[in-house]
């Protein structure tokens, strides 16, 4: 069973940047598709970013293009969400996901593992 860990939240003003991690535990993350979501208060968890298990591929919502990067480092065992240019709208409780396949799903039952969730608020 493979536990993920996110770190890296917190608040910010609008137009700021923050860097999300995500470590797992119990076993190494290589192989795996990874994948960031976000919730916002009242709304469903929806895609953001994700990356294929050798780093080569990506896809990114939107709504996030051209502000955000997700990056792996196999090596550290990491996974990261560069967020620059952050937004009001950007608040929510970010989770990292990972499952065992080749493509990126951009639907949360696709992801078998997640973790616990770090809040990303930004002021305007």
């Known amino acids: 069973q493979m536990q993920l860990v996110e770190s890296g939240g917190g608040l910010v003003q609008a137009g700021g940047s923050l860097r999300l991690s995500c470590a797992p535990s119990?076993?190494?993350?290589?192989?795996?598709?990874m994948g960031w979501f976000r919730q916002a208060p009242g709304k469903e968890r929806e895609f953001v970013a994700g990356?294929?298990?050798?780093?080569?591929?990506?896809k990114y919502a939107d709504s996030v293009k051209g502000r955000f990067t997700i990056s792996r480092d196999n090596a550290k065992n990491e996974v990261y969400l560069q967020m620059n240019s952050l937004k009001p709208q950007d608040t929510a409780v970010y989770y990292c996901?990972?499952?065992?396949?080749?493509?990126?799903?951009?639907?949360?039952?696709?992801?078998?593992?997640w973790g616990q969730g770090t809040q990303v608020t930004v002021s305007s």
């Open positions: 990356l294929s298990w050798m780093g080569r591929r990506t």
């Open positions: 119990g076993r190494t993350f290589s192989s795996y598709t």
């Open positions: 996901a990972a499952d065992l396949q080749t493509s990126i799903p951009t639907t949360d039952v696709s992801y078998d593992y």
